[in-house]
């Protein structure tokens, strides 16, 4: 649960690269709303503290253009350091694998940086597409139930860690869904605009989660123009 997904920037600028140069299953049953209440903080802060290696496949579309691709996310653990002046807490993510595209393969090799305080509220991101820095203080809340909805925090996203150029802004929110009388499906979504404030992409991170805290992960998903990508663990 971080700002950008870096898998997928690497992913759709790979993608898209080689499409424009190269020219589940039913359920007996359906949701069951749960009646407890879910600490997002508490999730949010085993995401960062909890180190993994995840397999993933890819499947999906880019600009008309069949997507499809493998491959492991490695979670490192957090390290001080320092972030906008201030002290921090660092973690890397590194992704490899590789996308099939035109009956072309490209392989995915990618690691950025996410930057938390010490009580695991997010500061930025840097190492990916773009230098993020989050503004104000991000708010995740304690207690959340079924169909509950909000802001997590915003951000400003720079070309580089100079900060010369805005390339607009991003926003995080997340909603609270039925799963099962145990168990709820949170999903984090980014939306991000140019500096013209019109949407450019909206990405999202699906996690089961239990009323102590624990997490599986789902499956990620980018909407960016014509093209949709899904990432499932």
Request: charged fraction near 10%; include cysteine.
């Amino acid at each position: 649960m971080i700002n950008k997904f870096k898998l997928f920037t690497v992913i759709a600028v790979t993608v898209l690269l080689t499409a424009c140069g190269g020219g589940g299953g039913g359920g007996v049953s359906g949701p069951v709303a749960s009646t407890e209440s879910f600490n997002l903080k508490t999730v949010w802060a085993n995401t960062l503290t909890s180190s993994s290696s995840n397999n993933y496949t890819i499947s999906g579309t880019v600009n008309g253009v069949a997507v499809s691709g493998s491959g492991t996310v490695t979670r490192g653990n957090l390290s001080a350091g320092t972030f906008e002046g201030l002290p921090a807490q660092q973690r890397t993510t590194t992704a490899t694998g590789s996308v099939v595209v035109n009956g072309v393969t490209v392989p995915l090799n990618t690691s950025s940086i996410d930057w938390v305080d010490s009580n695991y509220l997010p500061k930025g991101e840097s190492g990916g597409e773009d230098y993020v820095v989050v503004t104000g203080t991000p708010t995740i809340p304690t207690i959340a139930r079924i169909n509950d909805t909000g802001t997590l925090y915003t951000a400003n996203r720079y070309s580089s860690i100079t900060k010369a150029v805005l390339r607009g802004t991003s926003r995080a929110t997340y909603v609270v869904e039925a799963d099962t009388s145990s168990t709820a499906l949170v999903t984090l979504i980014i939306e991000e605009r140019n500096t013209s404030n019109v949407t450019t992409s909206t990405s999202s991170a699906q996690f089961r989660i239990t009323p102590s805290g624990t997490f599986t992960r789902i499956k990620e998903t980018l909407v960016e123009g014509n093209s949709t990508l899904i990432v499932t663990y």
